[in-house]
């Protein structure tokens, strides 16, 4: 086997030893790269001790804590802003972006109970009818269905039978016989709305009162005008004596069970597809640089941990040397998690929620303290 050289005390690093080079050609970074593995070597017992690593190893751990570091604040950012951020455009690059809480995904959950309510939502609203016959009561609407090759069926909102108006049959003896009161209406835009009966403009309950007098009538002493709707299948009252038109708006079962109310076309549909970036390196502070490091030294562990582990021991003249790569290996581990916890704590604690409820806490500390303080006396 050939005899591979080790961490000789010192590197210098230049753009192309990382393996996927991210951050090579950020300055802060390539500053950073070599101090971390003195850093990382150092506190491996270097000099006194040998480091069975090479400054790409060093590297390599240095770029998956920066891209970590990145991928934990952004899936938080994601998480903190998903309901805003869902549906937009993938085309942007939300790294250093403000993002705003918006109403939008809320808006398209709320348009599904304004399509149940009829005042809004994604599906469309259709119309049709039906020829009556005289003599047939029950018309089949499903056969519409069939007939206008629609899928799945339909499902009926609304059916336009109901008797004429009453206005329709508001009939004056008066009205039309010279005495001008017509016209004086026409003059007010209500001659196509209510006959003149009078030489006075009459008040409005007074043509309420006509009108309820007809409908009163009609429900009384005629056939009501009604329907029965169950499973598509229309019967109406009374009985067609004639041939008309029967008016009907529908939705389709098919456009209303169809989950996509909102086709996409490079838009935000999942989590993965949020346009979040690596992080530009010379944008994090102190903090984060801090705990890049603590996390790069424990991916270092355990890289030295699995080398020294080809080797449980090894042979030293009148004696032998064993080595701590189980050490190694338990301690990198425990530090990753643990660091991975302080992050993912410390970036809860920050969330919006977190922020409003330590807010409201403070504000309630406060006015308590406030109570507390006496009120003068004013002695006039």
Known sequence: MANIPIWPGSSSFFPGQTPFGFYDYDYDFQTDADKVALFCTRTLGYPIQEVELQDINFYTSFEESVTTYGNEVFRWKIRENYLSLEGSTTGSNFNNQLISPTLNTMIRIADEYGLEAEVGGKVTLHSGS??????????????????????????????????????????????????????????????????????????????????????????????????????????????????????????????????????????????????????????????????????????????????????????????????????????????????????REMLDQTSRQAQLDRRRQETENLNTTLNSVPLLIYVG
């Not at 067609?240 to 909102?262: E, G």
């Open 130 to 343: 039906v020829t009556l016959i005289p003599g047939v009561q029950v018309y089949d609407l499903n056969a519409f269905a069939i007939s206008q090759s629609i899928s799945g069926g339909i499902e009926v909102r609304r059916v336009f039978y109901q008797e004429p108006p009453a206005i329709l049959r508001y009939f004056d003896p008066y009205a039309g016989t010279g005495t001008g009161v017509q016209s004086l209406l026409d003059a007010f835009d209500f001659g196509s709305y209510s006959p003149g009966i009078n030489f006075l403009l009459m008040p409005i309950y007074y043509d309420i009162l006509k009108l309820q007098a007809i409908e009163f009538n009609d429900q009384v002493r005629k056939s009501a005008y009604s329907f029965e709707l169950q499973n598509n299948q229309l019967r109406i009252f009374p009985t067609p004596t004639q041939s008309h038109k029967l008016y009907f708006q529908y939705y389709k079962i098919a456009d209303k069970i169809n989950p996509v109310r909102y086709p996409a076309t490079n838009l935000i549909t999942n989590i993965g597809e949020v346009p979040y970036q690596n992080p530009v390196y010379n944008h994090i502070n102190s903090v984060g640089r801090q705990w890049i490091f603590q996390y790069t030294l424990a991916l270092v562990k355990m890289n030295l941990a699995y080398v020294r582990g080809k080797y449980g021991t090894v042979p030293i003249p009148g004696s032998e040397v064993t080595l701590n790569q189980s050490d190694l290996l338990t301690d990198g581990r425990q530090e990753r998690e643990y660091l991975l916890t302080q992050l």
